[in-house]
Nanobody, 125 residues
Framework: QLQLVESGGGLVQPGGSLRLSCAAS????????IGWFRQAPGKEREGLSC????????NYADSVKGRFTISRDNAKKMVYMQMNRLKPEDTAVYYC??????????????????WGQGTQVTVSS
């Protein structure tokens, strides 16, 4: 059974950092591009970053470019997102998702087939 489990969320002060992890099980992680998304209360799900199957291609939303970095370790079946210089507007539930696709990855949520349950990130003083 394909499963994605996020971890690493929590409460952090503005300007701080967190590293989110996405653990994959039940499938070959290197067959999927992985994306990170977030959803704040009352807002639509927002695509943040994605990484291709081998990790050679990454894409970022303008809202996080230069602050967030996505990476993956297929041998460990893990995907990460390092988040620096966090802002209160980054507060949301963060999700990872898998997309069975070759080549480029996308940050459009509708393209993703499998989703984790989410982890809460709160940026507040």
């Amino acid at each position: 059974q394909l499963q994605l489990v996020e971890s690493g969320g929590g409460l952090v002060q503005p300007g701080g950092s967190l590293r989110l992890s996405c653990a994959a099980s039940g499938f070959a992680l290197d067959s999927y591009a992985i994306g990170w998304f977030r959803q704040a209360p009352g807002k639509e799900r927002e695509g943040l970053s994605c990484i291709s199957r081998t990790g050679g291609i990454t894409n970022y939303a303008d809202s996080v470019k230069g602050r967030f970095t996505i990476s993956r370790d297929n041998a460990k079946k893990m995907v990460y997102m390092q988040m620096n210089r966090l802002k209160p507007e980054d507060t949301a539930v963060y999700y990872c998702a898998a997309d069975l696709v070759w080549g480029l990855c996308t940050i459009r949520p509708k393209e993703y087939d499998y989703w984790g349950q989410g982890t809460q990130v709160t940026v507040s003083s």
